[in-house]
């Protein structure tokens, strides 16, 4: 090899390493779940979803659910449920995947992950992250009805259900107060006699749901979506 060819490699060399930091520096200093929100944007780039339709937002119970459009026939719904996802996710991320998509109705479901993260987040901490994310969507879609489907119950989850509850309770009175604001009850229907989560509803990892939960959801919830 000539010296030229050994300048040119030396460069390509030097080129194709400061192009992998690069990348991993931008893999470091990306917030949670940016290759999700990056997957959307493309999602959109390839087709970009109607104005005027149904978003459904939140975490893995809505991410899980990938046939959502097939329960509620004759809607046109937007599925933007990332997994893991808490409400300061939603806050964050609300400029990707709430707003570009000039929805008529924005259906919630979050919560459960927040709860989970630890032991030292109240139902207060999560009730007050609720309301930054509702008061963010009127902000700027000062009409659109906001729907929030509570926190469920889920048998690898049974210790957080007296802080559920007290989280379901707050925000029900809180969307109590506001029009084209409505909280939608999946909690106590996903109960048995005995008060304790039905596990046939769920799936070996008993936190995600199976097709006959999401049928329990799409009963209660389909009188609250809008045509």
């Known amino acids: 090899m000539n010296s030229l060819g050994r300048r040119f490699a030396i460069w390509s060399l030097c080129l194709i390493t400061t192009l992998t930091s690069l990348r991993l520096v931008a893999q470091v200093n990306n917030p949670p779940f940016w290759n999700d929100i990056a997957e959307f944007k493309h999602q959109d780039s390839l087709q970009h979803p109607p104005s005027g339709a149904i978003l459904f937002v939140g975490s893995s119970s809505f991410h899980k659910w990938t046939n959502v459009q097939s329960y509620f026939p004759g809607y046109s719904i937007i599925n933007r449920g990332f997994g893991g996802s808490t409400f300061p996710d939603l806050i964050r991320y609300a ?133």
Not at 136 to 142: G, P
Not at 152 to 181: C, G
């Open 95 to 227: 400029g990707e995947i709430i707003f570009p998509y000039h929805p008529r109705q924005i259906v919630i479901y979050c919560g459960d992950n927040d709860l989970a993260v630890s032991d030292s987040i109240t139902a207060t901490m999560v009730y007050n992250r609720f309301v930054r994310l509702y008061n963010l969507i009127r902000s700027k879609l000062k009409d659109v009805d906001i729907v929030y489907v509570s926190i469920k119950p889920s048998p690898s989850r049974q210790k957080l259900m007296p802080k559920m509850e007290e989280t379901n309770d707050m925000i029900r009175n809180f969307m109590a107060s506001y029009s084209h604001a409505t909280f939608v009850d999946v909690y106590h229907a996903m109960l048995t006699p005995q008060g304790l989560p039905m596990e046939d509803l769920f799936v070996g990892d008993k936190l995600h749901m199976n097709e006959k939960g999401y049928k329990i959801w799409q009963q209660i919830l389909q009188p609250y979506l809008d045509k």
